[in-house]
């Protein structure tokens, strides 16, 4: 059963979202009405509810415009029972509702801000969108225009796993009043000029211990033979089974990308005179660092905030902070 006010708002309209309804079908020949009408049960009823509580004269209007992009998104396969990954509609039902008071101004930028961020969390190996959503919804009372949910939004995709986004979600974080970027890096008391001072510096602030990235494809991971590895500004480009890649790393995670045999051969293949291998032992500057694998044929690569360690004898890439 859906709400009463939900109810009550498609009886009111039934001529016009029957024939939208009726349009789509003709757009999307395989669209699943049952599974249409199970979307708007679990995903769009909520959110209704939440606007029709917050702002009830503009109920109607966001009715609407979630029904219209509802029809799309089932019409796609991206949303309902059969979607081929549950974020979108765990958005739709359970963060699209903190924003009640947005979607009520906006209801087309909101939802299709949210609709576009969920798809691409999901499409992101490594990525945290559990993490994304519960901290984005946390934050949902601070957000008060389109533009800092924009803003927010990116800042915490980042801190969830989406590491290309570092550069991006600094430069927005700077557009917010300092108290919510703070509170979206999660450092309140902090001062904002000198947190993204910091970070802007180190991508590898707040993770002294480094990541691992990668392991044997046969098994789920991302390399067919373990991989070689040159380093760039942005990251390593990466060869593994004459497949080539862009690794994006930092603090918050690891990230993937296509790259070209060129991009690799055209990588420089030194290293800084502060960092080298000796036996088993990786030295940066002063620090000694005993890697977990075998001594002999250890290969390193360095940019100027990172180290990457290779080895024949496994398939990951081990990341540590040259700081």
Known sequence: MISPAFASILASGRAQFNGRAAEARRRFPSLDMAAFGAFLHDGVDPLVVAVAAAAPERAGGVTLAAYDMALE???????????????????????????APLLATAPVEVLGMLSNAAIHMASVAGARPAQWQRELAALAAQIATVAQLRAVGQVLAWRAGVAHFRLGALAAADTLPPALALAAFGEPAAHWPQVHAQLLANPWRGNAEGREFGSFSGLGGAFGTPPQVRATN????????????????DA???????????????????QPSSVRVDGASLHIGARSIVLDVPPGDIAIAANAHTVAITSPWTHAIRLLPLA
């Open 234 to 249: 942005d990251g390593f480009v990466v060869r593994s089974a004459e497949r080539h890649y862009l690794l994006v790393a």
């Open 73 to 99: 998104l089932v019409g796609h396969g991206l949303a309902g029972p059969a979607a081929k990954n549950p974020l979108l509609n765990s958005v739709w039902r359970e963060l699209a509702p903190s924003f």
């Open 252 to 270: 918050c995670g690891a990230v993937l990308h296509s790259a070209t045999a060129q991009e690799f051969e055209q990588a420089p293949n030194g």
